[in-house]
Every structure is written in structure tokens, then in C-alpha cells.
């Protein structure tokens, strides 16, 4: 059976994006830029993504392009006889599995937040009041399971098409409009009085302010940072690879997908920041920063509900596209392993993720009581399982599947990663694939547990 392609280029590049580009950047990555003292954390962070995000990311697409396959049967074309590195594949789907039941959950409050902005349940509100809009949907199990099976039930209907009719038709407007509105919002919080300050505070380094943060842990956040934002190490990204052609280098791609989810996490906080600042928000209220405060500050807005209603949409195409990007990594392996068809994989898998999703939705209401490792809830529990432990632990195996003599091997990942036209990876930079670039990794994932 042929494997299926994407019809363009562009369009592999917004699918791909789109699975990186997602909650971590729009949601994570502004509140813990106003954590760690602003411009200094985005400066280390640029660096991080050049120095590990770039190549790691070669690394997954290098596996699917040479394989054709999704992540077991990947692994298996490529490792040595008698090997078992193609086990990490079976991890990368319960990585994967993992991931989507809570955010999920978390792309339903998005779409729900859509709505109720658009529908003027904010109008009129006030301090607490607001605050008492997000309570009160997190103790609701019927609207919180509403929209996370909307959610679930939209995404694989839109798998269900195809690759090239079904997702890569709907990422590229969904990409294309998340594009259209942050230049609008970016450009409306620009012009908000007091809005310069944000953008000084969010671009411009202070050492001062990055020391008081402390400059270990603004380095070790933007770390972590440019290393999460891209979902390395569960396969999301290997199996795009599988569907590529060969005419562009994987670093000119890989760079080309990083670039277009650190815009669009730049953008994000352009949004923010001056709008916060305008309204004497701090910007470093953590999670509760879009849920919370944010509401507060389109509220105060000239024309807020038009504002906020468009917020969250773009959060919901954030949201939605790495929603949908990782479905389709299930359905592959479902169509690789077992011989399904693609409405086979997606009735049984969208089954199975509605199920799987409930948990998370339940840990805030009907099972509030239940916590896991170190007090966290449901929801922390499960991030804390692929945050912390699947991506960083699934890079590393990718990262020495690729560099190492007991794996695939350096020689054939660079020829793989270096075939077509465009950046080419150096041969030099070997030592630093296999001995510097585990070490970064390892500290992320050590770090991670502790």
C-alpha cells in the first residue's frame, strides 16, 4: 500500500507547525517569560532552540522519512537485527494517548472561553465575578465533558478524511486564520497606552531583573522551554517525517517548523504583555494568567467581547491544531501495525480518547479529591508524565537511536538528514550530537524528576 503524501510543501510545513505550535506557546510561554525577567529568558530561550530544539527535530523527521513509517514499524525498519529500540515506539503512542487525555480537556475550556466571549456571558461582569466563570465551569463535569468531546469528536472526524483532505486542508486555514489574528491582536495591543512598557519589559534584557529571578533557573526555564515547545520524543513529529519527500534537507524544514512556532510564541506574548501592562496586570500570574486575568483586562477593553471572543479563537486554532496533529500520529500506527482502515482507526481510537479524557475532566469536580505524586491533581499528573518524564525520555532514545553505532547510526542519520536541497548538517558537528546534546537532555529530564 502506498503511504500517503501531503500535497505541498507549505502544507507539510503548517501541519507540522501546527502540531508544535500549540498551548506551551500561547499559554506557558508568556507566563513564564514574566517569571523568569523577560527579554533575558527569550534571548536564552532562541538559543536553546537553534542548540537543541533544530536537531532533535532532524532527528524525529530523519526516522519517518527514511521509514516511511510511523514510530514501531519505524524504528524497525531502520535499528539493527536482534535490536529493541523499535520498543520506544509502543511508548511513543501511550505518549501520545497520554497527551490527549487532558489536553483535551484543556482545548475544550479554550473553545468554551470562545463562546462565551462571543456570546456576551462576560458582559457586565466584574472582579470576582469573573474569576467565578472559570470555577464554575471547572465544577461542572456536563460542560467541561461537553467540550472536550466536541473536541475529540471534530478532530477525528477530520482524520477521518485523510491526510491531505482532512487534516492538511483544515490546518492550513486553521493555521492560516491563527495567523491573521494575532497580527490584528498584536497589533491592537500595540496601540493600548501604556503598551510600550510590555513590549520593553518582554523584549528588551535586563540583567538586573534576570538576576532577581535568578539566572540559573532563567536559563534552566528557557531550557526547558525550547525543548518542550515542540513536542519532541512521542513520535508527534516522526510521523509527518513519514509522509515527506525527499527535496529539502531536514535541518532547512526543521528550522523553517521552528521558526514559524517561535513567531507565533513571540506573538503571543506581543499580545500580552502590553495589554497587561496597559491595565496593571502582572505579567507572571502563572496558569491563571488566560483563564483569569485575561478575561479582566479584555473586559476593561474598549470593544472587549469582540477582543476576547477573538483571543480565544486563536487559542482554540492553537489548541486544535496540535489536537488533530496527534490523532493522526494514532491513526497511523492503528493503519501501520494492525492493517486497519483509516475509518476503522478513527471510530475505535475516537472511542477510546472520550474515555480516556474523562479522568481529567472528573479531577476537578467528582473526583477533586483525588491526587496523585507530590499533591497533584489529575490533570498536573498526567503533564507531569509527558512533560517531564515521555518527551525529554523519548528524545534521548530518539537522539541515541540516531547518533550511535548500537542504533541506526551517525552516518546514515546525516545522510538521511542532509538528503535535498537546502541547510546541510556538518559532519564536525558529531561530537557534539554524541556526547554534548545527550547531556543537555538528560539534564532536562533529571531536572524534570527532581
Same mark, same amino acid.
Given at each position: 500500500m502506498n503511504r500517503?503524501? @501531503?500535497?505541498?510543501?507549505? %502544507?507539510?510545513?503548517?501541519?507540522?507547525? $501546527?502540531? !508544535? +505550535?500549540?498551548?506551551?506557546n500561547v499559554w506557558k510561554f508568556p507566563y513564564v517569560t514574566g517569571q523568569n525577567g523577560g527579554g533575558v529568558f527569550v534571548l536564552f530561550y532562541l538559543l536553546f532552540l537553534v542548540i537543541m530544539g533544530v536537531p532533535v527535530l532532524t532527528m524525529e523527521l530523519a526516522v519517518g522519512r527514511a521509514?516511511?513509517?510511523?514510530?514501531?514499524?519505524?524504528?524497525?525498519?531502520?535499528?539493527?537485527?536482534?535490536?529493541?529500540?523499535?520498543?520506544?515506539?509502543?511508548?511513543?503512542?501511550?505518549?501520545?494517548?497520554?497527551?490527549?487525555?487532558?489536553?483535551?480537556?484543556?482545548?475544550?475550556?479554550?473553545?468554551?472561553?470562545? @463562546?462565551?466571549?462571543?456570546? %456576551?456571558?462576560?458582559?457586565?461582569?466584574? $472582579?470576582? !465575578? +469573573?474569576?467565578g466563570v472559570f470555577g464554575t465551569m471547572l465544577a461542572s463535569p456536563g460542560e467541561m465533558g461537553a467540550w472536550m468531546a466536541v473536541t475529540v469528536l471534530v478532530g477525528f472526524l477530520v482524520c477521518s478524511f485523510g491526510l491531505q483532505k482532512g487534516l492538511e486542508r483544515i490546518t492550513k486555514v486553521m493555521m492560516l486564520g491563527l495567523l491573521a489574528l494575532i497580527a490584528v491582536l498584536a497589533i491592537h495591543s500595540l496601540t493600548l497606552d501604556g503598551g510600550l512598557e510590555g513590549v520593553k519589559f518582554y523584549l528588551l534584557p535586563d540583567l538586573q531583573r534576570a538576576a532577581e529571578a535568578g539566572m540559573g533557573n532563567v536559563i534552566t526555564a528557557a531550557m526547558n522551554q525550547a525543548f518542550f515547545t515542540l513536542s519532541l520524543g512521542i513520535a508527534a513529529m516522526e510521523v509527518f517525517g513519514s509522509y515527506m519527500t525527499r527535496d529539502h534537507s531536514l535541518a532547512s524544514e526543521a528550522v523553517r517548523i521552528c521558526s514559524l512556532d517561535t513567531f507565533v510564541a513571540l506573538m503571543a506574548g506581543l499580545i500580552i504583555f502590553p495589554a497587561c501592562f496597559s491595565f496593571g496586570v502582572q505579567p507572571d500570574s502563572g496558569p491563571s494568567l488566560i483563564f483569569i486575568t485575561l478575561p479582566k483586562v479584555f473586559l476593561d477593553m474598549s470593544g472587549g467581547r469582540l477582543w476576547g471572543a477573538l483571543f480565544f479563537l486563536f487559542m482554540t486554532f492553537a489548541s486544535f491544531s496540535t489536537v488533530i496533529a496527534v490523532f493522526e500520529n494514532l491513526q497511523a500506527n492503528c493503519i501501520d501495525n494492525f492493517g486497519w482502515t483509516r475509518k476503522k482507526a478513527a471510530v475505535?481510537?475516537?472511542?477510546?480518547?472520550?474515555?480516556?479524557?474523562?479522568?481529567?475532566?472528573?479531577?476537578y469536580n467528582l473526583w477533586s479529591d483525588l491526587h496523585f505524586l507530590g499533591g497533584r491533581d489529575v490533570l498536573d499528573f498526567e503533564d507531569f508524565l509527558v512533560s517531564n518524564l515521555l518527551l525529554p525520555l523519548g528524545s534521548l532514545v530518539y537522539l541515541l537511536f540516531c547518533v550511535s553505532k548500537w542504533g541506526w547510526g551517525y552516518d546514515n542519520y546525516l545522510a538521511e538528514a542532509n538528503a535535498g536541497k537546502g541547510l546541510k548538517l556538518p559532519r564536525w558537528m558529531k561530537p557534539y550530537f554524541q556526547f554534548i546534546l545527550p547531556v543537555l537532555v538528560l539534564a532536562i529530564l533529571i531536572q524534570g524528576l527532581c
Open positions: 500517503e503524501g @501531503f500535497q505541498s510543501r507549505l %502544507g507539510f510545513l503548517l501541519v507540522s507547525a $501546527g502540531c !508544535a +505550535v500549540g498551548i506551551g521509514s516511511r513509517k510511523s514510530a514501531v514499524l519505524g524504528y524497525k525498519a531502520l535499528e539493527p537485527k536482534k535490536s529493541k529500540w523499535h520498543i520506544h515506539g509502543w511508548f511513543c503512542v501511550a505518549g501520545c494517548c497520554l497527551l490527549m487525555m487532558y489536553y483535551t480537556t484543556v482545548s475544550g475550556w479554550m473553545l468554551g472561553y470562545f @463562546f462565551k466571549f462571543a456570546a %456576551g456571558s462576560f458582559d457586565g461582569l466584574e $472582579g470576582e !465575578a +469573573v474569576d475505535v481510537n475516537c472511542v477510546f480518547i472520550l474515555v480516556a479524557s474523562l479522568p481529567c475532566v472528573l479531577g
